[in-house]
């Protein structure tokens, strides 16, 4: 899989892109990882990446050539190819109007050979880029960052947790929060969720370590009695625990078996 920044600040990305599963991955041969200076592609002694907006208002916009000459030089097919469903590549806008990134999009976004991130900063990028260039915009949250640059280092990051073999146990990736049980290849059709096989769309159970008492704050006694059914039954039941109380809009659209309805209403009473 490769990834194709697009910035004007190149040497953002020394540093978040360099360290643990990211750096493994690309030591690797897993992950590429390109950063391309849009200054490059500019044509004037003082590189000029920016303008005024058309229509008067603050701020500056990121001006299309540059950025259109940048995925030029990178050889991308052409738009009408991206948007087909097998495309290899696709071209991401970074913006917060964009679609929101969650882990679904992330697992959908693996089908891609090579991703392009184009980063925006100042007042946003001349709308024609999204109109007639990038194939999606991607937002990370309902909330405005000064550039795409941190968002984009989230995508990848994101990501590459699901790039085959990228993590040390691939099972890590399936348990966590918000993964679909769908995606889990070991899942039955119709068989309700365990905690080995993906969250069901919940939030991850809590993990403990040792010492298995912290000054005076013991763990659970159910994770150190060894009974794998005990344990599975409270995991499952710590996670719609937490669920519920910090994140209730996961529950709608959660796959829930009987015994989860159960647990859940167990919980609610208490
Ligand atoms: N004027 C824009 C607006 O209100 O929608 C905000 C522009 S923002 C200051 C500059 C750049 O940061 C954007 O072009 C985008 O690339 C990036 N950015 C900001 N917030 C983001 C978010 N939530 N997700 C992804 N990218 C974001």
Same mark, same amino acid.
């Given at each position: ?6 910035? +004007? ?10 360290? =643990? ?13 390109? +950063? ?30 540059? +950025? ?65 260039? @990038? ?11 000064? =550039? =795409?640059?941190? @968002?984009?280092?989230?995508? +990848? ?8 073999? @990228?993590? =040390? ?46 000054? !005076? ?8 009695? !060894? ?37 859940? @209403? ?5």
């Amino acid at each position: 899989m490769k990834f194709e920044i697009v910035t +004007i600040f190149p040497d953002f990305f020394r540093g978040p892109l360099d360290y =643990g599963i990211v750096r493994r991955a690309r030591e690797a041969k897993l992950l590429d990882i390109a +950063i391309h200076d849009l200054r490059a592609f500019t044509h004037d002694r003082h590189c000029t990446v920016d303008d005024r907006p058309f229509g008067g208002g603050e701020g500056m916009v990121l001006k299309p050539e540059p +950025i259109f000459e940048c995925l030029e030089s990178l050889g991308v097919a052409p738009r009408e190819e991206r948007v087909r469903a097998d495309a290899r590549e696709s071209v991401v806008l970074l913006s917060p109007q964009g679609q929101m990134f969650t882990q679904t999009l992330a697992q959908q976004l693996l089908r891609h050979e090579r991703i392009v991130l184009i980063c925006g900063r100042y007042e946003g990028v001349d709308e024609r880029v999204s109109e007639h260039l @990038a194939d999606r915009e991607i937002s990370i949250g309902d909330f405005v960052l000064s =550039g =795409g640059e941190l @968002a984009a280092a989230i995508v +990848i990051d994101t990501m590459t947790r699901l790039v085959p073999g @990228a993590l =040390g146990n691939a099972a890590s990736s399936q348990q966590e929060s918000f993964t679909p049980t769908a995606d889990a290849p070991e899942r039955v059709a119709g068989e309700p969720p365990s905690s080995t096989c993906g969250s069901g769309g919940l939030l991850d159970y809590p993990h403990y370590t040792r010492p298995a008492d912290f000054r !005076g704050l013991p763990v659970p006694e159910v994770l150190v009695n !060894g009974n794998h059914e005990e344990i599975r039954k409270w995991r499952r039941r710590s996670a719609l625990r937490k669920t519920l109380r910090n994140r209730p809009d996961l529950l709608e659209p959660a796959v829930l078996s009987a015994e989860d309805r159960k647990l859940l @209403a167990e919980i609610e009473r208490e």
